[in-house]
C-alpha cells in the first residue's frame, strides 16, 4: 500500500486527486491533506478519507478545523512550514503537489530530498528554480512525475525510447476561450470571460494563465527541465479539441501521441501508479464521437505571454522565475479588477525588461529575484492605477 500526502487538497487537481484514489481501492491511502482556506471542505475531506495530518495556511484556521473535527485522532498544523513537513513526512510515499503557484517550491524541493515519489501539479516549481528541482531529482532517491496532462503525455511517449532520437516535443495547446477573439477587444475581456476554460475545468489562476497561453509559455520552460531538451526543440501547436495531449516527434519522422478525454484525472492516476496502469472506469472515450482533431500554429503577437515565457528561457538564470512571479501579481489583480485582461501580458513584459538576473542561482537567490519580481510588478500595477 502507497500513503499519499495531498498538497491542496481542496483545489481542482487535489479534488481530482482524492476521487482516483477513492476508484483505486486498497492500494493508495491518504496520509495527510492541507489546504489553504477552503476549512470546510478540508474537514469533509478529512472525514471522508480519514488522514493522519492535516495543514493549513494560519493558526485561526488550524483552530477552525480542531473545532469542527473535534479530537479523533488527527493532528493539525498550519503556516508554510507545515507544508514541508507534509511534504518530508517519513510516513509519506507519494507527495501530490497541487499547490498554486510559489509556495509549492519549497515542498517539491522538500519532498524530493526526503526520496519521495513527487506528482507535480505545481509547474510554478519547476519554472522558477528548474536548475534546483532536477538537481534535486538527480540526487533523490524518488522521482518526480508530471501531473500536467501535456508533460504527462511527453513522459508516456518517451516510454522506451532513446533521448537522443527525440526530433522535438510538439505541446498541444487548447488557445484557451480567445482563440478566436480579435485582439483588439482584449482590452475589455472580463474575468468572467476569462475564467470559462473551453475544455478543461481548473482552478482561477490556470484558467487565466490559459486565456492568455502563459500557461503554455511555462509549459515549455516545464518540458525543457523535465525533459533535459533545448528550447529550439519544443513547440507548441494549438489544438482546439484537447484531445492530443501533446505529441513527440523522433528523427525518423515518425511522431507518437497520447490522446484521452481532458479529464485531469487521467494524469493524476498514470502519476500514482506510474510506471504501472490501473484500470480506470472514469473516462469513456470515443474518437468517433469527437470526430475531427485540428491542429494550428499558435499567434505569438496576439498571445504575447507565450512568446514572453519563452524569451525568458532563452534568457535563462533568474528570467523565468522573475516572470513566474509578475504573472502571479497580474493576475491575481486582474481577477480582482485592478487591472485589464491586456495589462497582463504587459506587465509580464516589462519586468523581463527591468530585470537583471544573477549569475548563481541558489534557493536563496530563487526566492529573492520571486519577491522581487513580486513587489516590482505591485508597483506597476499602483501606478497603473493612479
Ligand atoms: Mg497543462
Same mark, same amino acid.
Given at each position: 500500500?502507497?500513503?499519499?500526502?495531498?498538497?491542496?487538497?481542496?483545489g481542482?487537481?487535489?479534488?481530482?486527486?482524492?476521487?482516483?484514489?477513492?476508484?483505486?481501492?486498497?492500494?493508495?491511502r491518504v496520509?495527510s491533506?492541507?489546504?489553504?482556506?477552503?476549512?470546510?471542505?478540508?474537514?469533509?475531506?478529512?472525514?471522508?478519507?480519514?488522514?493522519?495530518?492535516?495543514?493549513?495556511a494560519?493558526?485561526?484556521s488550524?483552530r477552525?478545523?480542531?473545532?469542527?473535527?473535534?479530537?479523533n485522532?488527527?493532528?493539525?498544523?498550519?503556516?508554510t512550514?507545515?507544508l514541508?513537513?507534509?511534504?518530508?513526512?517519513?510516513d509519506a510515499?507519494?507527495v501530490?503537489?497541487?499547490?498554486?503557484?510559489?509556495v509549492?517550491?519549497?515542498a517539491?524541493?522538500a519532498?524530493?530530498?526526503?526520496?519521495?515519489?513527487?506528482?507535480?501539479?505545481?509547474?510554478?516549481s519547476?519554472?522558477?528554480?528548474?536548475?534546483?528541482v532536477?538537481?534535486?531529482?538527480a540526487?533523490?532517491?524518488?522521482?518526480?512525475?508530471?501531473i500536467?496532462?501535456e508533460?504527462s503525455?511527453?513522459?508516456?511517449?518517451?516510454r522506451g525510447?532513446d533521448p537522443t532520437?527525440?526530433?522535438?516535443?510538439l505541446?498541444?495547446?487548447?488557445?484557451?476561450?480567445f482563440?478566436r477573439?480579435?485582439i483588439?477587444?482584449f482590452?475589455?475581456?472580463?474575468?468572467?470571460?476569462?475564467?470559462?476554460?473551453?475544455?478543461w475545468?481548473?482552478?482561477?489562476?490556470?484558467?487565466?494563465?490559459?486565456a492568455?497561453l502563459?500557461?503554455?509559455?511555462?509549459?515549455?520552460?516545464?518540458?525543457?527541465?523535465?525533459?533535459? !531538451?533545448?528550447?529550439e526543440?519544443?513547440?507548441v501547436?494549438?489544438? $482546439?479539441? #484537447?484531445?492530443?495531449h501533446?505529441? %513527440?516527434?523522433f *528523427? /525518423?519522422g515518425s511522431?507518437?501521441?497520447?490522446?484521452?478525454q481532458?479529464?485531469?484525472?487521467?494524469?493524476?492516476?498514470?502519476?500514482l501508479?506510474y510506471?504501472?496502469?490501473?484500470?480506470?472506469d472514469?473516462?469513456?472515450?470515443?474518437?468517433?464521437q469527437?470526430?475531427?482533431?485540428?491542429?494550428e500554429?499558435?499567434?505569438?503577437?496576439?498571445?504575447k505571454c507565450?512568446?514572453?515565457?519563452?524569451q525568458s528561457?532563452d534568457?535563462?538564470?533568474g528570467?523565468?522565475?522573475?516572470?513566474?512571479?509578475a504573472?502571479e501579481?497580474?493576475?491575481?489583480?486582474?481577477?480582482?479588477?485592478?487591472?485589464?485582461?491586456d495589462q497582463?501580458?504587459? !506587465?509580464n513584459?516589462?519586468?523581463?525588461t527591468?530585470?537583471?538576473? $544573477?549569475? #548563481?542561482?541558489?534557493?536563496?537567490? %530563487?526566492?529573492? *529575484? /520571486?519577491d522581487?519580481?513580486?513587489?516590482?510588478?505591485?508597483e506597476?500595477?499602483?501606478s497603473?492605477?493612479?
Open positions: 500500500m502507497k500513503n499519499v500526502a495531498i498538497l491542496g487538497s481542496t481542482s487537481i487535489g479534488r481530482s486527486t482524492l476521487d482516483v484514489i477513492k476508484q483505486l481501492g486498497d492500494e493508495f496520509i491533506l492541507a489546504a489553504r482556506s477552503q476549512i470546510d471542505r478540508l474537514v469533509d475531506q478529512a472525514r471522508d478519507f480519514s488522514p493522519v495530518r492535516l495543514a493549513v494560519n493558526p485561526e488550524e477552525d478545523v480542531r473545532s469542527l473535527l473535534g479530537e485522532g488527527c493532528d493539525i498544523f498550519s503556516g512550514e507545515a514541508v513537513e507534509l511534504a518530508k513526512d517519513p510515499d507519494i501530490v503537489n497541487a499547490l498554486v503557484g510559489a509549492g517550491l519549497r517539491t524541493l519532498a524530493l530530498e526526503a526520496g519521495k515519489i513527487v506528482a507535480l501539479a505545481n509547474k510554478e519547476i519554472v522558477m528554480a528548474g536548475v534546483l532536477m538537481q534535486a531529482v540526487e533523490s532517491e524518488g522521482w518526480l512525475v508530471p500536467d496532462s508533460h503525455a511527453v513522459l508516456q511517449c518517451l525510447e532520437q527525440v526530433k522535438q516535443l505541446l498541444t495547446a487548447s488557445g484557451g476561450p482563440l477573439r480579435p483588439d477587444s482590452a475589455s475581456i472580463t474575468p468572467e470571460e476569462a475564467l470559462k476554460h473551453p475544455n475545468e481548473m482552478g482561477p489562476k490556470i484558467t487565466i494563465d490559459s492568455t502563459m500557461n503554455k509559455g511555462l509549459e515549455v520552460i516545464e518540458a525543457h527541465y523535465l525533459f533535459d !531538451l533545448p528550447p526543440k519544443i513547440k501547436v494549438v489544438h $482546439p479539441q #484537447s484531445i492530443v501533446s505529441m %513527440v516527434e *528523427v /525518423d511522431i507518437k501521441a497520447q490522446l484521452s481532458p479529464d485531469m484525472r487521467v494524469p493524476i492516476q498514470y502519476a501508479t510506471p504501472d496502469r490501473f484500470q480506470a472514469f473516462v469513456s472515450f470515443d474518437l468517433s469527437i470526430g475531427s482533431l485540428e491542429f500554429e499558435p499567434d505569438i503577437e496576439k498571445f507565450l512568446k514572453l515565457a519563452c528561457l534568457q535563462g538564470n528570467y523565468p522565475t522573475a516572470l513566474n512571479a504573472n501579481i497580474a493576475v491575481e489583480a486582474f481577477l480582482e479588477k485592478r487591472i485589464r485582461f497582463i501580458a504587459k !506587465l513584459e516589462s519586468v523581463l527591468a530585470f537583471n538576473s $544573477p549569475d #548563481s542561482f541558489d534557493l536563496d537567490a %530563487v526566492l529573492q *529575484v /520571486d522581487w519580481a513580486r513587489q516590482w510588478c505591485r506597476q500595477i499602483k497603473i492605477n493612479k
